[in-house]
């Protein structure tokens, strides 16, 4: 397409876009809520456009459409939606078409570097639990290392099988809760890498919505949830670091 015909061509499909956005909004409209469309041709990424409307617009949430990527697309490349994990200055939920009832997952990592994130988290799971009318569950994961159990002396091997490690993450989580000053919530520890023990619990366990932390800096934890949108059929909740995003 040459410049003289490509303007036309953008303000033609900026139209069809704006007229689909109408379409979805009208229902919406009728129901007395007010729904405000915007489509751009971007000249930038997905999370780019994104983070720069939002300077100009107020938000408190980013919704997204969910969709599981190619492998060979997450293997060789990182899909704009884990780009826009990331990136995005606000909570970002990830939603399937079809909504299903069951209970709001909270999983958090009890490392205490994480403790402010991790108030942030149970705080944003517990209003959206309660805005669903459903019970929420918090839970944990350890994943026991043989290597260093082979390599530690005896009393520190006892230290850390599988009852002490257990008891140790609910007392974390117990505190999490407390200082968070949430309701009461059920609490699970899981034993495994998180994204498989998770994805395995949240198909289990019919759960609605799993609520989850991304922390630019922390690279295994952005990994863990990228890998977690691939994995789970169920709405995504991702909360942001506290720190701003640049």
């Known amino acids: 397409v040459d410049d003289f015909i490509l303007p036309s061509v953008m303000h033609a499909y900026e139209e069809s876009l704006s007229a689909h956005l109408d379409s979805a909004a009208?229902?919406?409209?009728?129901?007395?809520l007010t729904v405000k469309t915007h489509s751009e041709w971007a000249a930038g990424s997905l999370e780019y456009s994104i983070k720069n409307y939002l300077t100009t617009h107020n938000a408190d949430l980013i919704l997204k459409q969910a969709t599981?990527?190619?492998?060979?697309?997450?293997?060789?490349?990182?899909?704009?939606?884990?780009?826009?994990?990331?990136?995005?200055?606000?909570p970002l939920l990830y939603s399937y078409q079809t909504p299903i009832a069951g209970n709001v997952v909270a999983a958090i990592d009890v490392n205490p570097s994480n403790t402010d994130h991790n108030i942030a988290i149970l705080q944003h799971a517990d209003q959206y639990a309660a805005q669903l009318n459903a019970p929420l569950i918090v839970l944990t994961c350890y994943k026991h290392s043989l290597l260093e159990s082979i390599s530690a002396l005896t009393d520190?091997?006892?230290?850390?099988?599988?009852?002490?490690?257990?008891?140790?993450?609910?007392?974390?989580?117990?505190?999490?809760?407390?200082?968070?000053?949430?309701?009461?919530?059920?609490?699970?520890?899981?034993?495994?890498?998180?994204?498989?023990?998770?994805?395995?619990?949240?198909?289990?366990?019919?759960?609605?919505?799993?609520?989850?932390?991304?922390?630019?800096?922390?690279?295994?934890?952005?990994?863990?949830?990228?890998?977690?949108?691939?994995?789970?059929?169920?709405?995504?909740?991702?909360?942001?670091?506290?720190?701003?995003?640049?």
């Open 26 to 32: 009208k229902p919406l409209r009728e129901k007395g």
């Open 68 to 90: 599981h990527h190619p492998k060979l697309e997450t293997l060789l490349f990182a899909p704009d939606d884990w780009m826009l994990i990331r990136q995005a200055p606000k």
């Open 156 to 246: 520190l091997i006892q230290q850390h099988d599988q009852d002490t490690l257990c008891r140790r993450h609910r007392s974390a989580i117990d505190a999490l809760i407390q200082q968070a000053q949430i309701s009461p919530a059920q609490i699970e520890v899981l034993e495994g890498a998180p994204q498989h023990a998770i994805t395995r619990y949240m198909q289990e366990s019919a759960s609605q919505t799993l609520v989850v932390g991304a922390t630019e800096q922390h690279i295994i934890h952005h990994h863990t949830t990228e890998k977690l949108l691939e994995a789970v059929c169920c709405d995504l909740l991702v909360i942001p670091s506290l720190q701003e995003k640049e």
